[in-house]
């Protein structure tokens, strides 16, 4: 892993725990991850937060947008979109329109499973939750 990627992992890793106050999407800490993309509050903020985390590591390159769809394009125009994920990659869970509908950090890799640190999860919902949580996710998905 990188010296980038661990550094991301780390920062993901502090804000295990952060969760919503007061309504859906909302809170102190969840504002701050929605401020680093410039939307408000009371918006879905899964890459929110790992715009953040990757603002707090230092990552230059990284599109500060709160739009999965986005960050999909952006990284299929860099030739980052891969099948096989690695320990510090952002993942992107894809939705039935083939079109990612939410995201988070690899943090373990497994035969057929990752572990991830993910906003905007936990739950009845895995894609708009309460807060941010370790995760186990099918890599068929991601």
């Known amino acids: 892993m990188t010296h980038v990627a661990t550094r991301s992992v780390d920062y993901a890793r502090s804000q ?6 007061g309504s ?8 701050e991850y929605l401020a ?38 952006w990284a299929r125009a860099k030739g980052l979109i891969r099948t096989q994920p690695s320990v510090g990659d952002v993942f ?3 939705g039935v329109n083939d079109r ?3 995201t ?3 943090t373990a890799v497994y035969v057929d499973s990752i572990s991830s640190i993910e ?10 939750g309460d807060g941010v949580y370790a995760k186990t996710r099918p890599i068929g998905a991601c």
Request: aromatic share 8%.
């Open 16 to 21: 295990v725990g952060v969760t919503e106050r």
């Open 24 to 31: 859906n999407n909302y809170g102190p800490q969840v504002k």
């Open 36 to 73: 680093a993309v410039g939307i408000p509050e009371g918006n879905p903020w899964c890459l929110a937060l790992v715009a953040w985390v990757m603002r707090e590591s230092g990552v230059k390159d990284w599109p500060m947008t709160g739009d999965t769809w986005a960050l999909e394009d």
């Open 92 to 94: 992107l869970l894809m």
């Open 100 to 102: 990612p509908v939410h």
């Open 104 to 106: 988070g950090f690899v």
């Open 119 to 128: 906003g905007n999860t936990g739950g009845p919902s895995d894609t708009d």
